[in-house]
């Protein structure tokens, strides 16, 4: 069954914004550790965001930091990655995941799973 499912890709302009967001059918969402992953063609899948179950804690990968933020709602069951500043590099497929383990606290005990099948975002130069 479908669980996470992405949206909010597109083509965009370098220096541009995209605002992509995750909602989740499960019935774990709140209780989990939540994290955005990006693949660009021929490397392989690399960590981006993550974020605690409130939302208190955020881990960011370097290449992104100060650019993207990770947000989440709750009630919604929502998860969002606000990017700014977008560069050609940042062009990969976005995946969002879930922790498999609900009630985890730290974000570097994460180990992600549930995949949404991506969305696509292209940066031009």
């Known amino acids: 069954q479908v669980q996470l499912v992405e949206s909010g890709g597109g083509l965009v302009q370098a220096g541009g914004s995209l605002r992509l967001s995750c909602a989740d059918s499960?019935?774990?969402?709140?209780?989990?550790?939540m994290g955005w992953f990006r693949q660009a063609p021929g490397k392989e899948r690399e960590f981006v965001a993550a974020i605690s179950r409130a939302g208190f804690s955020r881990s960011y990968a370097d290449t992104v930091k100060g650019r993207f933020t990770i947000s989440r709602d709750n009630a919604k069951k929502t998860l969002y990655l606000q990017m700014n500043s977008l560069k050609p590099e940042d062009t990969a497929v976005y995946f969002c995941a879930r922790d498999q383990v609900p009630f985890r606290n730290a974000l570097v005990d994460a180990v992600f799973g549930s995949w949404g099948q991506g969305t696509q975002v292209t940066v031009s130069s």
């Open positions: 499960g019935r774990t969402f709140g209780s989990s550790i």
